[in-house]
Every structure is written in structure tokens, then in C-alpha cells.
């Protein structure tokens, strides 16, 4: 198995894929924002030998689950792999704090449209994997690693960085 580096990356196409290339990213990760269609930046990627991997998160939603889905694959057929359902177990300005079985109805929507893609579930950041527990993990390849710290006043105790 081997590593590779991976880069968020503006989600208005800003920073220059040839830049972040000779960074050594492999791949480069952004938000999918409506009515701002970014294909020709993964073409840029692409062709500087990164992969892409579009987050779908709060901000990316135009409409129901199954709209979303089909609005999206029209735009970024040329992606290597989604991230669906970014940060769903919290509240912040990327983040939403959906049931998991609203989880279950959003990754089953891209799965039904995105069938041959890989699919990567969103990264959670509450420090609570029992979210996990009522989460269809069969809709997805793989999960996401959010490692953000969360200290306690008993850390390192139940959960801490």
C-alpha cells in the first residue's frame, strides 16, 4: 500500500494545478458549489497528473438528494472519486448535522447515478464514531479522516486528538 499527498484546494479554482503538482499533491480535493462549474480546473489537474476528488457537503446541494447527484455528474464526469456527505455529524460553515439515515438517502442517491466511481463517505468530525452505527456503510468505498483535535477535561479520555 502506498500514500499519496492530497490537497484541499479553493473551490473557485484559484490556485493553479501546475503549482500544486510541483507540491507533490496527487490529488487535489474541493467543494462542489452550485452554478459554479469547475470541469475545465479537473482537466487542468488531470493534466498535471493529480487525480480529483469533489466534496459533496452542505454547501453543494441544488434541490433534493437524487437532483444533486445528476446536477453534479453531468458537470464533473472526469472526477476520480467523490467524498459524499462532508462533515455530517457537526454544525460549522462546511459542515451539517444530518440524521444518518439522511446520510443513507444522500449516499444512496450518488451511488444510484455515480455507480462506477469511487465513493468515499464523509469525514467526521465530532469525535463520535457511534454516528457510524445507523450509516449504510455498503454505499461506500471508503471513508474520510477528519483528525481534528478535540481536548476534554479528562483527555486523553473517552476521545482526544
Not at 67 to 96: F, P
Not at 109 to 136: C, H, I, K, M
Request: charged share 15%.
Amino acid at each position: 500500500m502506498s500514500a499519496e499527498l492530497g490537497v484541499n484546494t479553493a473551490s473557485d479554482g484559484r490556485f493553479a494545478p501546475a503549482d500544486l503538482a510541483a507540491c507533490g499533491a496527487k490529488w487535489a480535493r474541493f467543494v462542489a458549489l452550485p452554478n459554479f462549474d469547475l470541469g475545465w480546473y479537473v482537466d487542468q489537474c488531470r493534466a498535471n497528473g493529480m487525480k480529483v476528488l469533489l466534496v459533496i457537503a452542505r454547501e453543494s446541494l441544488v434541490g433534493t438528494y437524487a437532483a444533486t447527484a445528476a446536477y453534479y455528474r453531468t458537470m464533473y464526469s472526469r472526477v476520480n472519486a467523490l467524498q459524499v456527505g462532508n462533515e455530517s455529524d457537526h454544525v460549522s460553515g462546511s459542515s451539517w448535522d444530518i440524521t444518518p439515515a439522511k446520510l443513507n438517502e444522500l449516499l444512496r442517491a450518488f451511488r444510484t447515478l455515480w455507480p462506477e466511481y469511487t465513493l468515499v463517505g464523509p469525514g467526521l468530525v465530532s469525535g463520535q464514531p457511534s454516528y457510524l452505527d445507523g450509516v449504510d456503510l455498503g454505499l461506500v468505498d471508503a471513508m474520510a479522516v477528519h483528525p481534528y483535535g478535540q481536548a476534554t477535561p479528562d483527555f486523553p479520555s473517552p476521545w482526544g486528538f
